[in-house]
């Protein structure tokens, strides 16, 4: 038996083509690791020299799978069966309405199909067709026989296509931001909800369409494991508390908000200070909240369905032990029944030393901000958030549901063109096998998490959605393995859900992409990403093509250089520094580098930058075309250009509205850089024709006078 077959087999590609179209191979002590990690639901012993039999066997005695997409209604049922044997076969459709649907017959009255021969008897698939209604949409319930054989299945039957698809909506623009970078002398060291519901009317008033930021989901600031990156969360299916706006509800609580810590902040966001600052206020206006039991009973009401309680006594115990999970005694580290109420919420959290006090703070907290969040609801402008890939190892989830993830691998990427050495996340993986057998509880919950509160749901690395890229524990990125995930569940989900929120859907489809990806994007309705200074005139190593009209547009995004970056060459500066180049490509890199920028200014003549800046009711001063220095003409140029194109959406980084030449993360660093840790400069000023600078409001004037909105 070849290891390599075995893996196949089990869903895990071994072999793969590299971003330069290369072919590329896992170690097999590498395989080896991945299949261990995925042996326990796999059921069998991949030791076994029959262990490639034992899992043919398995996979052809299930004879329905446990869960089954049908398009726009039209279900299609397909049972593993003998070849040789005819039996009768019922279907019961239970939708979620409460009706039913059966349909029967005989197998020999359905075509076969894939034909195999496990154990040496030739087994096949015949497919049953029911159609539900083109209306029938939602997650249905199916219970089947088979013969003697009965079971049942989800149906999730789902649009096409999604919600707002390219093509459906009129062409718009939006502004890009991270919550944490929009400090303010009220907010501290970060920014907050306040701040962004600033943002948002700005967006609003220059007739813009979205506010796109960073995951906000929970993190760990306190002392128990540091860890702040917004792709590393706590739970993918809780806020961040730290980005609370405070005033919002202390006067009415009678609750008084000490200022900021007094003296210029420090240059980067220190996280931990900031939420020492912020915590004992959340503390105190819990406390003031729940003195009201009808407030105590109405939070309750919507906290029990959420697992709310659950995972506010998970943060008490942590907070107590001062620990992660995984330090965690082996009792607490096993779980016990989920906390619904607040009752077995604090005897949970009693267990591990947390307080009832600090279980009030997690659920107020949750409750407060879904509250904020939804009423930024009520701009025009919309909410444009990110759906990360997974959690971190220590996250409530992976404490939780421990069974859903693969905690001997982490999920990363293989190199690629923005990091070389390819990258580890270290996010343990969902298993495919599991993830599938519970029935997507849980990506449905994270999905309708975020769609909640956004009209435009950015899925992270939506390659994951089919295979995701997992590298064993101690094995360098560079040797990973491919899990294949049923891509056809999560784009149903997917589609679903964006039609029940009334929220559209876009793929971060950048990196290694295999073929089949975005033609699956196109068909089912989510936007891609087009990165203009990966597409400028004369670019070598990238797609050198226009923007695609079904496409969201930004000159860069939070894991490329700022525009100003780019244009001082500071990622090559980075990928020197990091050992990704020798002398002799750096050298390459930036001869290119010059062309390019050359070319990329001969696309921005200075006439048009002067021209709209007059025709803007700004200062008096309007920008003399020889002050503005190449970075601001190639700036407003790029963007210009963008919001001129075919994509439907363009998205304008404040970043480089305020020429700032430091990124937010540099792929595959930690300590290396400091990630996610950069305020905005002059983020409040941005949209302000008064204040904003000249560049920076001719830019914004030029993008939203060639997308005006239609009210």
Not at 227 to 233: F, G
Not at 613 to 621: F, G, K, L
Not at 698 to 706: D, L
Request: proline share 7%; hydrophobic share 45%; glycine share 8%.
């Amino acid at each position: 038996m070849s290891v390599r077959e075995l893996a196949r087999a089990a869903g895990i590609d071994v072999d793969y083509l590299s971003w330069r179209g290369e072919p590329t191979s896992a170690s097999d002590d590498a395989i080896w690791q991945a299949l261990h990690a995925l042996a326990p639901d796999l059921g069998i012993d991949v030791t076994a020299s029959d262990a490639l039999a034992q899992l043919e066997q398995r996979r052809w005695t299930e004879r329905v799978p446990p869960v089954i997409a049908a398009w726009d209604g039209e279900l299609v049922v397909p049972m593993r069966v003998r070849a040789d044997v005819d039996a009768e076969w019922q279907l019961e459709v239970v939708l979620e309405s409460g009706g039913p649907m059966i349909a029967r017959g005989t197998l020999f009255e359905l075509p076969a199909d894939s034909h195999a021969h496990p154990g040496g008897v030739v087994h096949c698939f015949r497919r049953a067709r029911v159609s539900l209604g083109v209306h029938a949409l939602g997650y249905h319930q199916l219970k089947w026989r088979v013969g003697d054989e009965t079971g049942d299945a989800l149906v999730i039957s789902a649009p096409t296509r999604a919600y707002g698809a390219p093509g459906m909506l009129a062409r718009r623009w939006g502004v890009f931001a991270p919550v944490y970078g929009l400090a303010s002398a009220e907010s501290g060291q970060a920014g907050d909800l306040a701040t962004l519901r600033r943002l948002f009317e700005a967006v609003d008033a220059r007739g813009g369409s979205y506010v796109a930021t960073l995951p906000i989901l929970a993190a760990f600031l306190g002392d128990e494991p540091y860890a702040y990156s917004p792709y590393s969360p706590a739970s993918r299916l809780f806020w961040n508390e730290v980005y609370l706006d405070l005033p919002r509800f202390a006067a009415a609580l009678d609750v008084t908000i000490p200022s900021a810590p007094s003296g210029p902040f420090p240059p980067l966001i220190d996280y931990r200070a900031q939420y020492a600052w912020r915590r004992p206020v959340i503390d105190k206006l819990a406390a003031a909240f729940f003195r009201d039991p009808e407030r105590a009973a109405a939070v309750a009401a919507w906290a029990a369905p959420h697992y709310v309680f659950d995972y506010a006594a998970f943060r008490a115990i942590g907070e107590a032990q001062h620990a992660g999970w995984r330090k965690w005694s082996a009792e607490l580290q096993a779980g016990s029944k989920l906390a619904r109420t607040r009752a077995d919420a604090i005897a949970l959290a009693a267990k591990g030393g947390g307080d009832a006090a600090s279980v009030d703070t997690h659920v107020f907290a949750q409750w407060a901000m879904q509250s904020q969040l939804q009423a930024l609801q009520g701009q025009r402008a919309a909410l444009y958030l990110d759906l990360p890939v997974g959690v971190n190892m220590d996250a409530y989830e992976v404490w939780r549901w421990r069974r859903l993830f693969l905690t001997d691998l982490a999920a990363g990427a293989p190199p690629d063109a923005l990091f070389l050495g390819g990258q580890n996340w270290g996010l343990p993986p969902m298993s495919p096998i599991a993830l599938r057998r519970g029935r997507y509880r849980y990506f449905i919950d994270c999905v309708r998490h975020h769609m909640r509160v956004s009209g435009m749901l950015r899925v992270d690395h939506v390659m994951g959605l089919f295979r995701l890229y997992c590298i064993p524990a101690g094995r360098p990125a560079t040797d990973g393995v491919y899990l294949r995930y049923v891509a056809e569940d999560l784009l149903a989900i997917l589609t679903l859900e964006s039609r029940r929120a009334t929220c559209a859907i876009a793929g971060e489809d950048l990196g290694t992409v295999p073929d089949y990806v975005r033609p699956a994007m196109t068909k089912h309705g989510f936007y891609r990403l087009h990165v203009g200074q990966w597409a400028f005139p004369n670019q070598v190593g990238h797609d050198s093509s226009p923007s695609p009209q079904g496409a969201i547009a930004s000159l860069g995004t939070h894991d490329t250089a700022t525009f100003a970056g780019w244009w001082n060459g500071a990622d090559i500066t980075d990928a020197r520094d990091l050992s990704l180049i020798d002398d002799h490509q750096e050298r390459d890199q930036r001869a290119e580098r010059e062309r390019v920028k050359a070319a990329v200014l001969a696309l921005s003549p200075p006439a048009p930058l002067a021209d709209v800046a007059r025709a803007q009711p700004a200062p008096a001063e309007a920008i003399e075309t020889s002050r503005v220095p190449p970075v601001a003409r190639a700036m407003y140029g790029g963007n210009a250009e963008l919001a001129a194109g075919p994509a439907e959406v363009v998205l304008v980084s404040l970043d480089d509205l305020a020429l700032e030449p430091v990124p937010h993360n540099v792929p595959g660093t930690t300590s290396e850089r400091p990630n996610w840790q950069r305020r905005v400069p002059g983020w409040a000023d941005a949209l302000d024709d008064m204040k904003a600078p000249a560049v920076a409001a001719a830019t914004i004037a030029a993008v939203s006078a060639a997308r005006p909105r239609t009210e």
